[in-house]
């Protein structure tokens, strides 16, 4: 079938509906009310002969082909977003949707600048749409290579091939407990490496090199593949595990946190800006630019 203008916004519709996880969910997004979303499923599924989804007083649910259309909308739209921008980059204009992914907890970094660069886009490119996602590090690289994002930051052990890095600056990541852990009123002298594998860790499941090969492996141990599920494992006081200080400092100056004297697990990562090797459009340079700037540096 040739897709016409009227099942593109059907797609997009429906991919909204789905990200959204329900058609109430997708109103806002949309600005749509719910029996027009509704029609507008109806009407996909009558174009493309199969049923895509159950929606009704159970939920919310794909069927199989609905899956397979949701990730075909996905590419859809995001090759339609990326000729967008390069159709802008023509006549050099700063305007059109520019996607950022950026990793979780970082808002409490003092060393990320991006609301300075937000800041200049506001009032030098109003016209630039800013879409900022939070994802984990590894899906950041592997969307700005697949075209499903223009800008990311984060820090990953991973390189893309394809992909241009500046790092921004480093972070730091130390030990912490929580408030119900049994390090959390012991002295410091009698705090020792060893005495704190004995007990359980919660680490990041994205970590490949060596930051997650050093804890020492145990059927205790748990995985968690987002830095505030992490958080929330600590603050149990059942686990022990590695996180950021910036994010970790607001815990402890209310008492629920205390960074333990051991330097085993302490590593600085980089929180790199990465981009698609090569030319870019207009506008996505300019907010790659804008971020770098606004740390001091020059992409």
């Known amino acids: 079938m040739k897709i016409s203008g009227s099942d593109l916004h059907l797609l ?24 027009t979303i509704s029609n507008h499923l109806t009407a996909l599924e009558q174009r493309l002969g199969v049923k895509l989804c159950e929606r009704g007083r159970r939920g919310f649910s794909l069927t199989e082909e609905g899956r ?15 000729s967008s ?24 970094d003092p060393r990320l600048h991006i609301s300075g660069a937000i800041s200049e886009l506001s009032s030098v490119a109003p016209e630039i749409e800013l879409n900022l996602k939070i994802m984990r590090p590894n899906d950041i690289t592997r969307a700005v290579a ?5 800008v990311g930051i984060g820090g990953s052990d991973i390189k893309v091939s394809g992909l241009s890095y500046r790092t921004l600056y480093r972070e730091e990541h130390a030990v912490y407990c929580g408030s119900g852990h049994p390090l959390f009123a012991a002295t410091a002298e009698a705090i020792t490496s060893a005495d704190c594998y004995k007990y359980p860790w919660v680490h990041r499941g994205y970590w490949n090199g060596v930051a997650g090969q050093r804890l020492h492996s145990s059927i205790l141990n748990r995985m968690a593949f987002d830095i505030e599920a992490e958080m929330l494992m ?22 629920r946190l205390r960074r333990l004297p051991i330097s085993d697990e302490d590593y600085f990562a980089d929180i790199d800006l990465a981009i698609r090797a090569g030319e870019q459009a207009a506008n996505v340079t300019f907010v790659a630019e804008a971020i770098v700037r606004a740390h001091g540096l020059h992409l």
């Open 68 to 82: 397979r259309v949701y990730d075909i909308s996905v590419e859809v739209g995001g090759m339609l977003d990326a």
């Open 146 to 150: 697949a075209n499903e994002l223009d």
């Open 85 to 108: 921008a390069r159709l802008s980059c023509l006549r050099s204009a700063l305007a059109g949707r520019v996607s950022l992914g950026i990793v979780d907890c970082m808002a409490t």
């Open 12 to 35: 997009r519709v429906f991919e909204s509906v789905v990200r959204n996880g329900g058609i109430s969910a997708a109103q806002m997004e949309l600005s749509l009310s719910q029996p």
């Open 234 to 255: 600590v603050l149990s006081g059942a686990y022990l595990g590695v996180l950021p200080v910036h994010y970790a400092s607001v815990f402890e100056q209310q008492g």
